[in-house]
Antibody, heavy 119, light 109 residues
Framework: EVQLVQSGAEVKKPGESLRISCKGSGYSFTSYWISWVRQMPGKGLEWMGRIDPSDSYTNYSPSFQGHVTISADKSISTAYLQWSSLKASDTAMYYC????????????WGQGTMVTVSS | SYELTQPPSVSVSPGQTARITCSGDALPKQYAYWYQQKPGQAPVLVIYKDSERPSGIPERFSGSSSGTTVTLTISGVQAEDEADYYCQSADSSGTSYVVFGGGTKLTVL
């Protein structure tokens, strides 16, 4: 079964760092891009950026460039999203999703990781 | 920055046809994709490349494109179709940034 499995919910304080993960299975991990998508409580989907796991090339939305870092370890079929200093406004559900190189269609999504930032 | 515009809400009775639009200047040059999201669940791709339907998606879901507007049509709406629907595309400036529309809440009366 093709799937993306994300790490569990996190509760952090402002200023703390965090890395969440997304592990792919059932397909060739390096043949698909992995994107990260934010959904703030009660709001819509926002594309944050993506990575090509084959060479770790990244492409960020201007809205998120410099605020987060996307990385991948192809040896363990895992992509990451990390923050160096969280803010309360980072509280959201974060999804990873895969897309083929030839299309922007997100055909497989992770189950989501809820990140709560509160003092 | 590039934007895709959707109506906030659409309401239909069971068995009727629901049409959800998405407008954007780059849509004549870029494919559109549609996702269904039910409460507490991850989004699901229901239409890709404007009008293609992934396997496992019911035939009542269809997509079309005309100029700067793409449309998701759900024929014979069922109660289970009540959800948020998002369009997605990319800008045409060469940056390949992915953009989502603001989402449309489909209510089945």
């Amino acid at each position: 079964e093709v799937q993306l499995v994300q790490s569990g919910a996190e509760v952090k304080k402002p200023g703390e760092s965090l890395r969440i993960s997304c592990k792919g299975s059932g397909y060739s991990f390096t043949s698909y891009w992995i994107s990260w998508v934010r959904q703030m409580p009660g709001k819509g989907l926002e594309w944050m950026g993506r990575i090509d796991p084959s060479d770790s090339y990244t492409n960020y939305s201007p809205s998120f460039q410099g605020h987060v870092t996307i990385s991948a370890d192809k040896s363990i079929s895992t992509a990451y999203l990390q923050w160096s200093s969280l803010k309360a406004s980072d509280t959201a559900m974060y999804y990873c999703a895969r897309s083929a190189v030839t299309t922007d269609a997100f055909d497989i999504w992770g189950q989501g990781t809820m990140v709560t930032v509160s003092s | 920055s590039y934007e895709l515009t959707q109506p906030p809400s659409v309401s239909v009775s069971p068995g009727q046809t629901a049409r959800i639009t998405c407008s954007g200047d780059a849509l004549p040059k870029q494919y559109a994709y549609w996702y269904q999201q039910k409460p507490g669940q991850a989004p699901v791709l229901v239409i890709y490349k404007d009008s293609e339907r992934p396997s496992g998606i019911p035939e009542r879901f269809s997509g079309s494109s005309s100029g700067t507007t793409v449309t998701l049509t759900i024929s014979g709406v069922q109660a289970e179709d009540e959800a948020d629907y998002y369009c997605q595309s990319a800008d045409s400036s060469g940056t390949s940034y992915v953009v989502f529309g603001g989402g449309t809440k489909l209510t089945v009366l």
